[in-house]
């Protein structure tokens, strides 16, 4: 079944980044792991074909381009490997803070460069000391006459280590209360004095992608990067969220979609008792379920993206995908990992690799158990 909002031009986009991925990404993507980073040189070439932020206004070097086409771009990374995250923490979560929230002057700084490749994004909200509790981020930004001075620790950052900006979640107002009205976003360029990255965190998985701390040691920033108004940084992020967890969702079922396709293609090649691993009832209803729960999500998903792209507020419904999705991602890595027998533990088979990329959805983004609480909030419960 088609989703409704895929017309004829998204058809287009998908065979065209589909083509300039397997020439561009996929031959390169297991020394991009080794390297654990993802080459400047790479993201250049996307913005040449015009997939960072295609969305934005075209005087920043966009085309005004819905919602749909970053589902899309979204689901082609994804098929490359989930280490791709990052691109789309750039084009559909961090970017679109500065365009939402920036001033005139800001925009014009630094939204064409978000398109070209030459800025890479980040959002800094997590510390050491606070992840699920948003509200208890000890950051600081002291204000003086034209800076803010920032201290703090942030960890687990996206795009970390390469970012040349990254929006970072601070109390401008430590004592405010409740303490989430004291939370402003302030844009940190590279280099800014003060500002340092820490070490480049060893995940499980995504070892594409960097990952990393960052230390703000009296780090001087002008006041004119501030983003939107002082205190009002929480519901900026309360905004932006839904878009945010929704991209994690799409990730997900696409990384689906792609280990069936893996799966499927094993379980006819694979010979057991001299017959294919395909021909046994356990491998037909395994995969049976899978392929309904997959399309049960993808259903659901599709129907979310729709009210998402009407501008509904979906917040409950994009925090039921989150989690069902990222649970599901997990159990169809596990099955289809079983599915492939020893070979599905080896690092040669691209299964090996969504298995341990598959987890950290769960995680990010808001944990799954911060989905559950948002959704029995919503029922009324809380
Ligand atoms: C690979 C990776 C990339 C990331 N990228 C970014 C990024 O770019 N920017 C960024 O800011 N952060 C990023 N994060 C951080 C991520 O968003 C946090 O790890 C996540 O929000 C959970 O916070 P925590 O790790 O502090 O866990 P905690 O908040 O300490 O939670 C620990 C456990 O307790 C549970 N828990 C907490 N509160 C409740 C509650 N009220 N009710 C029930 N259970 C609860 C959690 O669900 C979890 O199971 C990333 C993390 C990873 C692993």
């Known amino acids: 079944m088609k989703a409704g909002y895929i017309k004829e031009e998204h058809e287009i986009l998908r065979k065209s980044l589909r083509q300039f991925l397997e020439k561009e990404a996929y031959p390169y993507f297991k020394e991009w792991e080794k390297q654990k980073a993802i080459p400047r040189s790479f993201w250049k070439k996307l913005g040449q074909q015009g997939y960072l932020c295609p969305w934005l206004d075209e005087e920043y070097g966009g085309f005004n381009a819905d919602f749909g086409y970053s589902v899309i771009i979204n689901e082609e990374m994804e098929r490359v490997g989930t280490g791709l995250i990052g691109i789309g923490l750039h084009n559909d979560i961090v970017v679109p803070y500065l365009s939402a929230y920036g001033t005139e002057d800001q925009k014009k700084r630094w939204l064409s460069k978000c398109t070209t490749g030459e800025c890479v994004t980040a959002i800094a909200m997590t510390e050491p000391g606070a992840g699920s509790d948003l509200a208890a ?3 600081s930004a002291q204000k003086t006459e034209d800076h803010y001075i920032l201290n703090g620790e942030k960890t687990f950052i996206t795009n970390g280590t390469y970012a040349d900006l990254v929006l970072v979640v601070c109390k401008t107002d430590p004592k405010a209360s409740p303490a989430h009205k004291g939370i402003s976003l302030i844009v940190v360029e590279k280099d800014t ?3 340092t990255r820490g070490k480049q965190l060893e995940k499980v998985g995504l070892h594409s992608q960097d990952t990393s701390e960052l230390i703000f040691e009296d780090a001087k920033v002008p006041t004119s990067n501030l983003l939107g108004k002082e205190g009002e940084g929480f519901y900026y992020l309360m905004n932006q969220l839904q878009q945010e967890r929704l991209i994690v969702g799409i990730g997900a079922i696409a990384a689906c979609e792609r280990m069936l396709e893996l799966t499927i293609q094993y379980v006819k090649e694979r010979q057991a008792f001299g017959r294919s691993i395909a021909s046994f009832q356990n491998t037909q209803f395994k995969l049976a379920e899978m392929q309904t729960e997959v399309e049960i999500g993808r259903t659901f998903l599709d129907r ?11 917040v409950k419904q994009v925090s039921m995908a989150k989690w069902w999705t990222t649970e599901l991602v997990k159990k169809v890595a596990l099955e289809c990992m079983q599915l492939h027998g020893g070979y599905g533990y080896m ?3 691209e299964i090996a690799r969504r298995f341990r990329d598959a ?3 769960a995680i990010y983004a808001g944990t799954n158990e911060v989905m559950k609480s948002i959704i029995a909030k919503k029922m009324g419960l809380v």
Do not use: N
């Not at 979310?304 to 979906?314: C, K, P, R």
């Open 304 to 314: 979310t993206i729709e009210a998402h792209m009407q501008a509904e507020d979906v």
């Open 137 to 139: 981020v000890k950051t």
């Open 193 to 195: 004095p003060g500002f």
């Open 359 to 361: 987890p950290v959805t």
């Open 347 to 349: 690092e040669e088979y």
